[in-house]
């Protein structure tokens, strides 16, 4: 038993030496070449020769080129061809095999060993340097200009400071992204690859003026008007700032009773007429204070307010009306000559207020206030295709039949600087009468044609008025008590083709 168990331990020592002389000669083996489970770049190495190894990475490696991006976003593409690229592993495999302890190659059978090395890389510097420096980068420095120029959005800064690329900077780290087969070049995110240049003191102060002009024109208001959206956004908003040719119309502004915002601009965010000549100068086209504040009209706001009104008046609704035969209609029903349908004054202050607190940029999006006075009428069911429709305001009456213009003629409306203006709203002709008289309490007048509308006020003829006082600005001095006067050739056709209950809009 004693025996049986002393060879059993025998076998055991000769075949433990056994594999420790294998494993001694393996390692041998493998010092003069690549461990066993061996992967370098993705390259399975074990067994083969530096030679056979630096081959395959040189197949494997495919290096192109390098794609060279400036920081404005231009590019240049270096092939690897183009510059007499070479890549050779020989040098980093025989370093790699020198530094392995070749009696460790037991952990391999565990796990992998897998290695990463750079090759040695050559390539022509000249070429490389010849291709950086065609670069248009290089040529295409820029005028390092700063200005200020209207836009279709407002007024914008040119700004042609840029910074001066390092040549010297940018072909050291083109070469290194070649030397470690890097195929992006970032210049943009690469320190030292550009020269800042500092503006001057004249650029600074545009720099400055813009900062100033970007406050004024940032208007945030839309305004819902008709169903429409419109933005007094930069703009509409720019055109509100005082420029140097138009210095000498805003200095014989004078303030005005009659107009808010006559003589009257925003500067620094104060209200104040405009400053004296000694008090203002000019620099990039833009007139400013003494403090250096671009200077922003309100006439030109009210303006701007009163054009928007303007756009939505009765008249243009009327317009709109004749083209699609839907929608409704608004008319202002005072009889003063005043046929605003909005409340002009009151949107301007609420504008120049925003300015003055300094939330102008704030965006918004209000209605267009309708002035209390002012009626809807649905144009289909109320107004129809077959109306009467007068135009105070143009003092000019117009004869609708199935949506077609037929007849067209100026008259005289009341007189609005007595007290005496024709009421504007929708009516019907209520009553015709041929050979007529009408009595006022300071006046009996024979018509030959009347066509009752409102009440005591109709159309009619006026024989007693010359061809030339019809139309114009008659009714603001020589108006009628309230009717609408015509000449009595005109008034005669209307009367023989209009019947009671035709419709008959009268507006300012």
């Known amino acids: 038993m004693k025996r049986k168990v002393r060879r059993i331990w025998l076998m055991l020592v000769i075949n433990l030496l056994a594999i420790i002389a294998l494993y001694i ?10 461990p066993c489970c061996c992967w370098i770049n993705g390259v399975y190495c074990t067994g083969k020769s530096v030679e056979t190894v630096n081959k395959e990475l040189i197949s494997k490696q495919g290096y192109a080129g390098v794609n060279v991006i400036d920081a404005g976003g231009a590019e240049l593409y270096i092939s690897a061809d183009s ?23 037991g952990y391999n059978l565990f796990e992998n060993l897998v290695v990463k090395v750079e090759p040695r ?22 005028s390092n200009d700063v200005s200020i120029e209207k836009a279709d959005n407002g007024y914008i800064l040119i700004n042609g400071i840029t910074d001066v690329p390092d040549k010297e900077k940018i072909v050291n780290t083109v070469y290194h992204c070649m030397l470690h087969l890097i195929d992006t070049a970032d210049l943009g995110s690469t320190e030292g690859c550009y020269i800042e240049v500092e503006a001057t003191e004249q650029q600074r102060a545009t720099m400055d003026l813009f900062e100033k002009i970007r406050e004024l024109q940032s208007c945030g208001i839309t305004y819902e008007i008709g169903g429409e959206q419109i933005s007094f956004g930069p703009a509409l908003a720019s055109s509100w700032i005082v420029t140097s040719g138009e210095i000498e119309e805003a200095r014989l502004e004078e303030i005005s009773s009659s107009n808010p915002a006559s003589g009257l601009f925003i500067i620094g965010g104060n209200e ?55 929608g409704s209609i608004l008319v ?44 809807t009428y649905d144009g289909p069911s109320q107004l129809g295709d077959t109306y009467i429709e007068v135009n105070m305001g143009e003092q000019l009456l117009s004869y609708y039949v199935n949506g077609e213009l037929s007849m067209q003629m100026p008259v005289v409306t009341g007189n609005v600087n007595r007290g005496r203006g024709t009421p504007a709203g929708l009516f019907n002709v209520y009553n015709k009468r041929y050979h007529t008289y009408l009595r006022g309490t300071d006046y009996v007048s024979y018509v030959n044609y009347w066509l009752g509308v409102n009440k005591g006020v ?8 010359t061809k030339d006082e019809f139309g114009g600005e008659t009714y603001r001095i020589n108006g009628s008590h309230g009717c609408i006067n015509c000449p009595l050739d005109q008034v005669e056709q209307l009367w023989n083709v209009a019947t009671e209950g035709t419709p008959v809009i009268l507006y300012y």
């Not at 020989?90 to 530094?99: D, G, M, P, R, V």
């Not at 022509?124 to 820029?142: P, Q, R, T």
């Not at 204070?289 to 200077?295: A, K, M, R, T, W």
């Not at 109709?458 to 008025?465: E, K, L, M, N």
Request: glycine fraction near 6%; charge should be negative.
């Open 272 to 326: 104040r007429a405009f400053p004296r000549e000694e008090e203002t100068y000019a620099i990039d086209g833009f007139v400013c204070d003494s403090s250096g504040n671009p200077i922003l009209s309100e006439k030109k706001i009210f303006d701007s307010l009163n054009e928007l009104a303007r756009s939505h008046s009765t008249a243009r609704l009327m317009d709109k009306y004749r083209e699609t035969h839907e």
């Open 25 to 34: 000669a393996l390692a041998f083996y493998y010092s003069e070449g690549f």
């Open 83 to 105: 510059v007499d690229f070479s890549a050779d592993y020989t040098e980093s495999l025989n370093s790699f095999i020198k530094s392995r302890n070749p009696f460790a190659w």
């Open 458 to 465: 109709g159309i009619h003829d006026a024989t007693w008025r």
């Open 332 to 375: 202002n029903l005072g009889s003063r000559g005043n046929g605003n349908l909005y409340d002009v004054n009151g949107e301007f202050a609420y504008i120049r207020d925003k300015y003055q607190s300094g939330d102008i940029s704030a965006e918004e999006n209000r209605p267009l206030t309708y002035f209390d006075s002012v009626a």
């Open 121 to 142: 890389v050559t390539l022509d510097e000249d070429k490389l340097l010849g291709y950086v420096n065609d670069w248009e980068i290089f040529s295409d420095i820029g």
